[in-house]
């Protein structure tokens, strides 16, 4: 079954590349919606295919599909930048390809320039300092959807991998403490939700987890 799967999935982004944007976008969002419970499978091979098919997508984020796919890009946008530090290293070029892919449908000239300056695929990436700067760079250009993303982010703190909780608190701590003060009350967050769920974290069994948790919390002194 998981074979099929992901044979399926390869299959699928090999026609992607070929197929005309008026033939995919009336059911681009379906796509969407079957694709993304595959990126959280536990094998490595169907996560990645996954990623893969969906950064195909981009070839019908310009015309006819171009608003639909804007709003799936940026509903699996902390799928794809939590994933970039997956514990598979096929994974990992996905999220990094799709990533790159999807950029200048975003419509953030800085957050091209970035992705293109950091996501290779074949070099190791500092990831913490990745998140730092993506979270200056989505506060600057897309201050009403922060909650969105830090809430998504929230949910992985139940990942069964640890890279995913650790990702996922770093993201929380940089994203609130990179918010300037004249946009905290414009841009949604709630701190004491937040803090609560970094707080849950610290009594997690993993030391990486704790550790990432007390440090995101640490940023959030001027809350």
């Known amino acids: 079954m998981l074979f099929r799967s992901m044979e399926a999935m390869r299959g699928l982004a090999k026609v992607f590349e070929l197929v005309d944007e008026s033939c995919v976008a009336p059911i ?3 796509i969407c919606h079957r694709i993304r419970p595959a990126f959280e499978k536990d094998h490595e091979d169907i996560r990645s295919a996954s ?4 950064g ?12 639909i796919f804007y709003e799936q890009i940026h509903n699996n946008f902390p799928a794809l930048f939590l994933h970039v530090n997956d514990e598979s290293e096929l994974v990992r070029k996905a999220c990094k390809k799709a990533l790159k ?6 419509k953030a000239q800085p957050l091209v320039d970035f992705f293109n300056d ?4 074949e070099r190791e990436l500092n990831y913490n300092e990745f998140l730092n700067r ?4 989505l506060i600057e250009h897309f201050p009403e959807r922060l909650n969105f993303y830090v809430m998504t982010s929230i949910e992985f703190y139940k990942s069964h991998w640890t890279c995913l909780r650790v990702g996922a608190a770093a993201f929380t701590g ?3 403490g990179n918010v300037p003060a004249e946009k905290k009350h414009a841009v949604g967050l709630n701190p004491s939700i937040i803090t609560a769920a970094l707080i849950g974290l610290l009594k ?20």
């Open 134 to 137: 993506l979270s200056a760079i």
């Open 174 to 176: 940089f994203a609130l």
């Open 56 to 67: 195909t997508l981009h070839r019908f984020g310009n015309d006819q599909g171009a608003s």
């Open 118 to 121: 950091v996501l290779d695929e």
């Open 28 to 30: 681009l969002v379906n």
């Open 204 to 223: 997690q069994k993993s030391p990486d987890v704790r550790a990432e948790a007390a440090a995101a919390m640490s940023l959030l002194h001027h809350y």
């Open 51 to 54: 990623f893969n098919l969906f």
């Open 101 to 106: 892919n999807f950029a200048p449908l975003m």
